[in-house]
């Protein structure tokens, strides 16, 4: 009796969703350097940019697994077989100016079909934010710990654009 659970099995072989034992042997496995920290962090780039965390979840993971590897190299290490990259994210202009460029820090090893998801940046930002809840200030997330000078870097770029 064969049941619709997604694995079907046809003539001695299983096949998964459409996929042979092979195909999926080509995709890769996410590990994390720091899992805890690292959702943290996922965390909150869901609560404070949205765009950002449906791209990631919903674009450019799915592409990483199949083996499409985005962004830009920043580092190769030969003896090691790994690949360093970094992913920018879609970011509000202003946050980007205020706060950094949210970015996906990820390393590929390449042997082993193994991505690395090491951080996402603007690490304080982000923690900030998972620890408390942040206000904003003309739309652009204001850190409690130091908020005049997030203000005053707000206040400065909208001048500069005027």
């Known amino acids: 009796m064969c049941y619709n ?13 459409g996929k042979g034992l092979n195909s999926m042997q080509q995709s890769y496995i ?3 350097l720091d899992e805890n920290d690292f959702r943290k962090k996922e965390r909150s780039v869901r609560k404070y940019n949205m765009l950002a ?4 979840t919903f674009d450019y993971y799915p592409q990483l ?3 499409k590897l985005l962004g830009e190299l920043v580092e190769s290490d030969q003896k090691k077989k790994t690949k360093s ?3 920018k994210l879609p970011t509000d202009e202003l946050f980007a100016k205020v706060h950094g460029e949210v970015r996906l820090h990820y390393t590929v090893y390449e042997d082993k079909h193994i991505i690395l998801l090491t ?3 603007p690490e304080a930002i982000l923690d900030e934010g998972h620890r408390t809840e942040l206000s ?3 739309g652009v997330m204001i850190s409690k710990e130091h908020p005049e000078k997030d ?3 707000v206040n400065l770029l909208n001048m500069l654009q005027k």
Do not use: A, D, H, P
Request: avoid cysteine.
């Open 65 to 67: 697994r199949s083996g």
């Open 119 to 121: 951080n996402i940046t």
């Open 85 to 87: 990259y970094e992913l």
């Open 5 to 17: 659970l997604g694995i079907l099995k046809v003539q001695g072989l299983f096949k998964i969703q």
């Open 30 to 32: 996410f590990e994390y």
């Open 53 to 56: 965390f449906k791209k990631l």
């Open 136 to 138: 904003t200030y003309k």
């Open 151 to 153: 203000m005053f870097k």
